[in-house]
């Protein structure tokens, strides 16, 4: 197993922690809510202040080049991830590709907003609260690894071999935050703001250096030098017996 995966694995079990941590803040101390409101976020501390710090450096990651730590299928935007391969870019097909992809994941998001309007609904006509709302983005929270390492319906979808090529791979702070905006405040609105940012780098970068997103200009992304090995099909693959 990867160091990445065992990663995203350990993810996986500390949001979980996470949203049953939220889950029991919501009856035990709601009080721990009132930094939702307004400019409330300045007046006292709150646990929820720990969360916002780490979604924050989440994002702060996607929207700055690193080397390490962070999983290729999210940096391969920058340039120190991009390995051109030896042989010439076909450009027109590079263009196809990225007009293909593009024209699915807005598709994409398409339902997603659908899906967060009708939250949104309910919201406006009282059905749900403020914390419903939190909660809705920590169980997104929580989804993100279980795309990643057990079954993605958005790789359905758009019909990609594996996070590391997916086109929406930076995508997911955007729709994990995406009900906030709904109940508005310094908390929510902050993070849906960076979360803006980060779609914006990644969407500007696709359309700036749309080489740096496919397997057949960036030979980092091909599943012969994946070193990430977050795909299961991928591991499945390397341990085939060769014919």
Sequence with gaps: MSKTRKNYIARLVGRCLILIACCVLCFAAPGEFEVLEGLRFFRRFSALHLLWVIWVIDMFQQIIPIKNKVPLGSQKLFANRFRPIREKINHESLRRYIQTTSRTAYKVMLLWVALIAAIGALYLFGVIDKK???LISVLFYVCDPICVLIWCPFRLLMKT??????????????????PLIFMGGFYALSLAAMAVLAFGTWELCILIYPERFWDQSNAALKCSECTDKLCTQYCQKLRSPTP
């Design 132 to 134: 419903a709302l939190f």
């Design 161 to 178: 071999r594996c996070c590391t090529t997916c086109r929406i791979f930076n995508w997911d702070h955007l729709m994990m935050f995406s």
